[in-house]
């Protein structure tokens, strides 16, 4: 099969690959589309260590089932399908409590660092553990399927946090996590949605997204915007989609005494934290790793038309140009919030 290889930091390789053996309880996945996430483009000049060449990236995909295990049961050829980015083991106490995206044994398709190396789904085949599959309505193109491993990870950030009907909530960040969070919020009857990014292009997504306000910190005093939004009462709820101190720090100061913040952004691996800010004001801390169950409503919510992602996909192109459209992203290009590869 041919499949984009990250051979070295910011050097990919489209080129021929042994096709993948399934195990009995696996699939073999013929990718239709595949999309690059932002973690991708940290493994592509080698800052997240977790994409150590060489290997094939890649965990948001969608595709058709070629050839089935003995032991597969629920599916069958020719059945249209995406899948959960994670592999988890089912034993460990996370994962025998529900939380499967804690699991202690956890592995990413398209993730090579110091404890695993697991090719992923920028290639034409992919062998994938039944257990982690989900049919696709008839409805949902497989460019659209391939977003909804980033709709779960919003929706999860979502779940995370206690949003009440009426709850003013701040969205920091509005890449293509932000803008799937402002997609969902948009449904759950908030009192004001707030988007803050220093992206003009992110934040007239935003508000066609359903944000009903946007903040740009490269213009805007934030706080001083925050009060104008909530007449002096600042935010319930906020979201925090970045990373660095800060985003996390215009979260916080955002939220009112009593707030809520849920940190889903990871980009720094130690932030500046405003302890006493945090403490005398009782503000609840929450985080959101990945996903954990939440596919099906996503499916669900595409297939209904509630949530719509064809508008975040501002560039699909052959898997054959995957090297060109790397160094595109990676150099910023202009009004693409979402790109997908098609094998």
Do not use: W
Not at 93 to 121: E, H, M, Q, W
Not at 192 to 210: H, T
């Amino acid at each position: 099969m041919k499949a984009l290889v990250l051979t070295e930091y910011k050097h990919f390789e489209y080129k021929d690959v042994p096709d993948p053996l399934i195990g009995p309880d696996e699939v073999l996945l013929r990718i239709k589309a595949s999309a690059v996430c932002g973690s991708d483009l940290f493994g592509y000049d080698g800052r997240s260590g977790r994409r150590i060449p060489p290997i094939i990236m890649g965990h948001e995909a969608a595709g058709i089932i070629e050839a089935v295990g003995l032991d597969v049961k629920r599916f069958s050829v020719g059945d249209r399908v995406t899948f959960d980015s994670t592999l988890y083991c089912r034993k460990c106490y996370p994962c025998l409590t529900g939380r499967i995206n804690l699991c202690d044994n956890r592995r990413v398709f398209g993730v090579s660092c110091d404890d695993y190396s697991k090719d992923g789904a920028l290639a034409e085949l992919l062998a994938v553990p039944e257990y982690i599959l989900y049919k696709l309505p008839d409805n949902v193109t497989f460019e659209e399927a391939s977003l909804v491993e980033p709709l779960a990870i919003a929706l999860h950030a979502i779940n995370r946090t206690n949003i009440c009907v009426g709850d003013d909530v701040i969205v920091i960040g509005c890449g293509t996590i932000g803008q799937l969070l402002i997609k969902l919020l948009s449904k759950m009857c908030c009192g004001i949605i707030a988007a803050v990014d220093i992206d003009n292009e992110k934040l007239e997504a935003a508000i066609k997204n359903g944000a009903d306000n946007i903040i740009d910190p490269g213009k805007d005093d934030v706080m001083r915007r925050v009060y104008e939004l909530t007449n002096g009462k600042k935010i319930d709820k906020a979201i925090e989609a970045v990373g660095v101190s800060e985003t996390v720090g215009f979260a916080l100061n955002s939220l009112k005494k009593g707030g809520e913040l849920t940190i889903v952004g990871n980009i720094q691996k130690i932030i500046d934290f405003p302890l006493q800010l945090v403490v005398t004001n009782e503000i609840t801390i929450h985080s959101a790793c990945a996903s954990s169950g939440e596919y099906e409503a996503c499916l669900k919510l595409i297939g209904s038309g509630k949530i719509d992602l064809s508008d975040l996909i501002g560039l699909a192109a052959p898997l054959s140009e995957g090297a060109g459209v790397f160094e595109s992203l990676y150099s910023g290009a202009s009004g693409v919030i979402k790109a997908v590869l098609l094998p």
